[in-house]
């Protein structure tokens, strides 16, 4: 069974900066892509970021610029930065993992952006 675990959320004033990261229980090998999610009360889940194992990156509009994902692949992390917090970016930020015949999920962490 894999697990995968998210800290580093939080509450944080506009403008901030938090850091998330995600750790997977065992190395997964093959293609994949490590990606973050969010899930705002009353909407639905989206895509913040993802990144592969190759290392290509994806990113949701309202994040390019403030948001970066990268992985490490020794560590079996991924992790997003999120700097230039805004309120609209409150939400229960869930990390996921996703080849050809698995797709896994965190348990979510809460960012709440609020002064």
């Known amino acids: 069974q894999v697990q995968l675990v998210e800290s580093g959320g939080g509450l944080v004033q506009p403008g901030g900066s938090l850091r998330l990261s995600c750790a997977v229980s065992?190395?997964?090998?093959?293609?994949?892509?490590r990606g973050w999610y969010r899930q705002a009360p009353g909407k639905q889940r989206e895509l913040v970021a993802a990144i592969t194992s190759g290392g290509s990156t994806n990113y949701a509009d309202s994040v390019k610029g403030r948001f970066t994902i990268s992985r490490d692949n020794a560590k079996n992390t991924v992790n997003l930065q999120m700097n230039s917090l805004q309120p609209e970016d409150t939400a229960v930020y869930y990390c996921?993992?996703?080849?050809?015949?698995?797709?896994?999920w965190g348990q979510g962490t809460q960012v709440t952006v609020s002064s």
């Open positions: 996921n993992l996703r080849g050809l015949q698995y797709d896994y």
């Open positions: 065992r190395i997964i090998f093959g293609v994949n892509t």
